[in-house]
């Protein structure tokens, strides 16, 4: 599924497009993607204005003049396509195959808008969701959530004490958990443990001061770096206007078993660490 920097991405370009808009007709042809009372997802959403969009760890957020925020999640095949009142497109997240027209079969939630444009949510899957909540209700829904790793409350004194609470597990399966940091999934995992010269398999408990600051500074480059390419494009997946993020050719060890690491020559391994493939270096990583 998208990570932080695709989802940051789509944020981003979405935000260009939607805020400002006066929603006038909500509609739902899948009522399992609407988490929650649908009649209170209608109420929030209808005669509102988009004020803001905003993301929190892989979630997006439609915030509203109603006082109601619209938390989207994509999930693995979760598509946002905004139409203009001309026709123009702009697909953020995973492109379905031969379909170029919306809606279509797997359209299952659509936000028009007062102005002719529209917002349609197509999920081939159907793992994504929408779920509306009270905007004074949204630090509760998110309190599992650990820090933004772009953000002020990132420190190194906060990553620190959050991987203090998963000292028994590998370093890769820390990094996973939603509770130490948001976002992170297993593409920039690896790639983050990889520019640290960190093995995935490494218990947190075996970290050193050392090591524990060289991910903290892995972890924010690595985000930048992808947040500033767009993200990365793999299996289909593209930006808020319909682009290929670009990190995909400048990844350091995701996906690249078999080829050799450009800092020593060894070959890439992947094994299998908190049930998740990963990526790394047998001589780098330690």
Known sequence: MPELPEVETIRRDL????VGKLVQRVEVRKAKLIQGSRAVFRRALIGARITRVSRRAKQLILELSSGYVALVHLKMTGQLVWRSRGGMLTVGGHPIISVNT????FTY????????SALFFNDVRQFGYWRAVPLAELAVVHAHLGPEPLSSAFTPQVFWAALQRRGRTTIKAALLDQSVVAGIGNIYADESLYVAR?????????????ETAALFRAICSVLRKAVAARGTSFNSYVDGLGRQGTYWERRLVYGRT???????GTLFKRTVVAGRGSHWCAHCQH
Do not use: I, Q, Y
């Open 258 to 264: 078999g080829e050799a690491c450009r800092r020593c």
């Open 198 to 210: 960190l093995r995935p398999s490494r218990r947190v408990a075996s970290l050193r001061t050392v």
């Open 109 to 116: 939630v659509t936000l028009r808008f007062s102005d002719g």
């Open 15 to 18: 935000t260009k497009h939607v």
């Open 102 to 105: 919306v809606p279509n079969k």
